[in-house]
C-alpha cells in the first residue's frame, strides 16, 4: 500500500519504520499520517519503552530525560517523548532525538 499527500497528491515512495507516525512529503513538507495498514509488518517488533529509552540515552551520555514528564532537553531546546515514541517540538533536536529513537527501537 502506498501513501498519497492530501496537499500535493504526490505518492510517498521512501521507508516506513514500523514505529512511525506520520511522514513528512518530500515536495510540499506537508505531514502524511501513517496508517497502522501501510506500515511494515514484523512480528519480532519491539515495543518502546520509555524507562529502557532513558537507560539507553543514559548509556550514549545524554542524562536530561525525564521519562515521568517524557521531556527530553539539550541545551535550551525541549522535545517530548510520548509513551508511544511520538516526538514532538522545534526541528534540530527532534532530528536528533528520532535518530536515538531509530537506533533504540532497532538494536537487538
Known sequence: MSLVCENCGA???????SYSKFVKCPYCDSVI???????ETDTAQ???DIKHFKAFLS???VNTFDPVSGILRC??????????GA????DPL???AEKWLHIFMTKK
Open 11 to 17: 505518492v510517498y515512495k521512501g521507508k516506513i519504520s
Open 33 to 39: 499520517v501513517v496508517s497502522v495498514a501501510s506500515q
Open 46 to 48: 519491539k515495543e518502546f
Open 59 to 61: 548509556q550514549r551520555g
Open 75 to 84: 541545551g535550551n531546546q525541549e522535545v517530548v517523548v510520548d509513551a508511544d
Open 87 to 90: 516526538i514532538s517540538g522545534p
Open 94 to 96: 527532534k532530528s536528533r
